[in-house]
């Protein structure tokens, strides 16, 4: 059973003024938790040379990686429970602790420590921000506004490494963390003031069982694709025993969803197809995204000798892409109502982009690259804002963050297992080119890896020549892997099935009316 308190209704926000500020808040609240997943990477080399700890530097990623993806389910059911802005609040004041004492850390096991507490409040800001979208904007509105937080997302894959780069040259690796304090005092502030949500009762407490399997089962499975294969191998007892632990908790954690009044993740949302697809769509997705963006950037660096500033850079056609697209189909969006064209189109369009991408040689020409990273770019435009719309559109609004969660759960855990995954492929590939192009007498340099790009660089031209050709060779095979996977997310898309977004007036209505594409309310 659910109540409205009427004098939270009453405080409902009216007019664009109000939506603007609000809006402003959740667009800076979204870069931070963006931002913070890409500006880390180029400042590790730095922060090790301080610190200390050159075999611990995966942790400062892995530790934020872990408790974000296993706290997304419990944000969205919690701000389900105790209110979306409360919950919100709480998420960035976290986020912000976890982020000064990432900046003050002394060495790197405090380091690791706070990343991790960073992480906890990081896992919540995304999935928070896209569930007040959907209290606020009926969804055949909503697409219009989500495309530009779609934008936010690429804009911040730019931003971060540049951001990091610049930091890291100029003033401290530390300010990587302290940025994140001022923009977040803004975004809590003006959340405080300008959001009011009508608050919901609901007679039904958080599930603490079920949250006491689901986040060790999580962080067990995570840590399987991180260890897989580099720590330990994948057959070590090790492996085994953290991949059974984690099937343990996890078939009991469902068994348990099943029979508890107040789930976590209700597992009826996968009785509804929209969600069902929309969340194997998505979980496809993070797993293919694995096998181009990173492994592009690899190429940059790696084939084309670009510095990592560089290389952030010149990924801005795929940004363009991506960021273009995220907002054309909101908008189209917004007019049609229609949406299933996008995913279906934006599969088709990532599917191909990483074909292209798999014709890279050394030698490519950048304008090539460029249109080929473009193509991929718009492809995940068309596509990811989409899931989170319809998902949103198909549940009631008491789940609306259960729901939004767990999609944005099965793209993260898609992701995790895409970076072990095409890990894995690309290493095995790379020593086998290696081990059949270098000649006789060098097969000491079959050792390479992506990380000793000054080692490759001292080769004489002609061994250098090779090694750059077995790793652009390499890449082929990692991008060609990564396509079926997106050609399914493709047959996903195509038996999604079309419902009619709903239409209604709400605060947000005013300010669409003042848009450059007018917006059709049913």
């Keep these: 059973m659910t109540e409205t308190t009427p004098a939270a209704d009453a405080a409902a926000p009216e007019g664009p003024a109000h939506l603007r500020w609000i809006f402003g808040a959740l667009m800076l609240t979204m870069l931070l938790a963006s931002l913070d997943q890409t500006i880390v990477s180029t400042a590790l080399p730095t922060i090790t040379s301080d610190l200390g700890g050159l075999n611990e530097l995966s942790w400062v990623v892995t530790a934020y990686l872990l408790t974000s993806t296993a706290s997304t389910p419990l944000w969205g059911k919690i701000s ?9 609040q709480t998420a960035v004041g976290i986020f912000l602790v976890g982020s000064a004492l990432a900046g003050a850390s002394q060495n790197m096991a405090q380091l690791i420590t706070f990343r991790g507490v960073q992480g906890l409040g990081g896992g919540g800001l995304m999935v928070l921000v896209l569930a007040v979208i959907g209290d606020l904007i009926p969804p055949r509105e909503r697409g219009r506004y989500q495309g530009l937080f779609g934008a936010v997302f690429g804009l911040s894959s730019i931003a971060g490494p540049l951001l990091g780069g610049f930091f890291t040259q100029s003033m401290s690796w530390r300010w990587i963390f302290y940025i994140n304090l001022p923009l977040g005092v803004v975004a809590f502030l003006v959340i405080g003031a300008v959001l009011h949500l009508p608050v919901h009762h609901e007679k039904r407490v958080i599930d603490w069982v079920g949250a006491s399997l689901l986040v060790p089962g999580v962080t067990m499975l995570l840590l399987v694709t991180v260890w897989g294969g580099n720590q330990y191998a994948w057959l070590s007892p090790q492996i085994l025993g953290l991949g059974a632990a984690s099937l343990l908790l996890l078939v009991w954690f469902v068994l348990h969803e099943m029979r508890t009044e107040a789930p976590i993740v209700d597992m009826g949302l996968f009785r509804i197809p929209v969600f069902r697809i929309s969340a194997g769509i998505g979980f496809m997705i993070g797993f293919a995204m694995m096998g181009s963006i990173v492994y592009l950037s690899i190429y940059m660096q790696v084939v084309r000798g670009a510095s990592p500033t560089a290389a952030g850079l010149q990924l801005l056609p795929m940004m363009a892409g991506m960021m273009s697209m995220s907002i054309g189909s909101g908008q189209i969006i917004a007019r049609t109502g229609q949406y299933k064209k996008f995913p279906v189109m934006g599969t088709v369009l990532a599917t191909l982009g990483l074909v292209l991408l798999s014709r890279l040689q050394v030698a490519t020409p950048y ?23 319809v998902v949103q559109n198909s549940v009631e609004r008491k789940d609306m963050g259960a729901a939004t969660s767990a999609v944005t759960f099965f793209r993260a855990i898609g992701s995790s297992w895409g970076t072990a995954f095409f890990g894995a492929v690309w290493s095995a590939r790379l020593t086998a080119e290696l081990a059949a192009s270098l000649p006789a007498g060098s097969a000491g340099v079959g050792g390479l890896t992506t990380d000793s790009m000054m080692q490759i660089h001292a080769l004489p031209a002609a061994i250098q020549q090779t090694v750059l050709e077995a790793f652009a060779r390499a890449m082929h095979t990692t991008f060609l892997v990564a396509a079926p996977f997106l050609a399914v997310a493709f047959h996903m898309a195509l038996a ?8 209604a007036h709400s605060p947000a209505s005013a300010l669409a009316e003042e848009a450059p594409v007018p917006v059709v309310i049913d």
């Design 80 to 88: 389900d429970v105790v209110g979306r802005k409360s919950t919100l």
């Design 367 to 389: 304008w090539q690259l460029a249109i080929y990273s473009f193509v991929l770019g718009a492809g995940l435009g068309a596509t990811m804002q989409v899931l989170t719309l």
């Design 496 to 503: 999604m099935p079309k419902v009619t977004l709903r239409g």
